[in-house]
């Protein structure tokens, strides 16, 4: 009889400009395994058409959010334009010790922070767009605006773009099969390093000594 | 116009006791993937019905060896009864420059003086069997031998074993079809590592500076 194996679920960081199809990416993933699922935030702004309560986020107040993030209930949490947004420490806890993982769609300041607080648990991944041109026309597509508009976008976009040097991987999004392919590699390559795995030293105990 | 990301290669250590699986493993590994290729060691030893010059091993006087062991010609080497191996650097450090991995079928020790000459470009796996059981089977199935001939096999394998927690992964050999996938993973994530990427930066400014 061996004993058993377990896995600690591990934080999978997503970050990239917009245009560079991590929505699509962060999709696929979630779909083709069973075992990773969303984080998903906690805001201030209010609900859009189509968005769902738990499922895009927990739509909370101003007030409600300022009592978590004192109570040290986030992760990391930002202000942006007003609106706040966090991401809840507990369910994303609770997924790890089950040994789940969990994804997480947030920029390099989320990124930076969750590093602060799970640096052992976390594998964080930089996508970029293929080109030039080709992140241009994505943020023209996204919108049809002024040159003035595509510009701004631009620089928002170099400014994340500039801390891909802060992440374990980078993926260069050129063709998106392949993209979601290196992905899922990285997630099912962490998940055997050896420093997750729980219980190898009495797996390996048995293995040898026969008990 | 964005410029090109090209990729130093990376040597892929696979260690495990006999009767874990590894060969079949890291045929299967060389079969699936046309850039990885395996590393030939030099011997002492003399060959064997089968074998060829070169594919299995290149065959050398005790002389010559010792000449190359002097000039610092190995990665690694090691005298096993009386026969030595050693791992050729050149043809190595010619593979990882041009952009291919290799594959090194080496135990703790030889996995050890390779970290310490080229502890960038290793990443190091170690496979281990299902159960107690099912390796005292292999190691018998092996060769149809005595109790005692399979008792010191089981302390060798015991002995290698005893080196995992020096390995990046762990994989338990259970299916071998989940076994084969997860060393590609392995293989295909640290492809995309940041740290392995070279002109990245170039990349990077190319693509939010419009060059």
């Not at 976390?122 to 943020?139: K, T």
């Not at 597509?141 to 508009?149: F, G, L, M, N, Y």
Request: hydrophobic residues 40%.
């Amino acid at each position: 009889m061996s004993s058993e194996i377990k896995r600690r679920g591990l934080m999978l960081v997503l970050s990239s400009p917009s245009g560079a199809g991590k929505t699509t990416l962060s999709r696929r993933l979630l779909e083709s395994d069973g075992s990773i699922v969303m984080s998903v935030s906690a805001t201030t702004r209010a609900m859009r058409p189509n968005e769902v309560e738990g499922r895009d986020y927990f739509f909370v107040s101003k007030e409600k959010f300022q009592a978590m993030a004192k109570a040290g209930e986030f992760l990391e949490h930002a202000t942006v334009f007003g609106n706040s947004y966090g991401t809840p420490a507990r369910p994303v806890m609770g997924a790890l010790a089950a040994g789940r993982d969990v994804l997480f769609d947030i920029d390099w300041q989320g990124a930076q922070q969750l590093k602060e607080k799970a640096r052992d648990d976390l594998v964080s991944v930089f996508i970029l767009p293929p080109s030039h041109d080709e992140l241009e026309r994505r943020l023209h597509t996204r919108a049809q605006d002024s040159e003035d508009v595509v510009r701004a976008r631009m620089e928002k976009a170099a400014g994340e773009i500039s801390h891909w040097p802060e992440y374990d991987y980078v993926i260069v999004n050129r063709d998106v099969d392949i993209a979601h392919t290196q992905i899922k590699s990285v997630l099912e390559a962490e998940r055997v390093r050896r420093t997750r795995q729980i219980g190898l030293s009495e797996f390996v105990s048995a293995l040898t000594g026969g008990e």
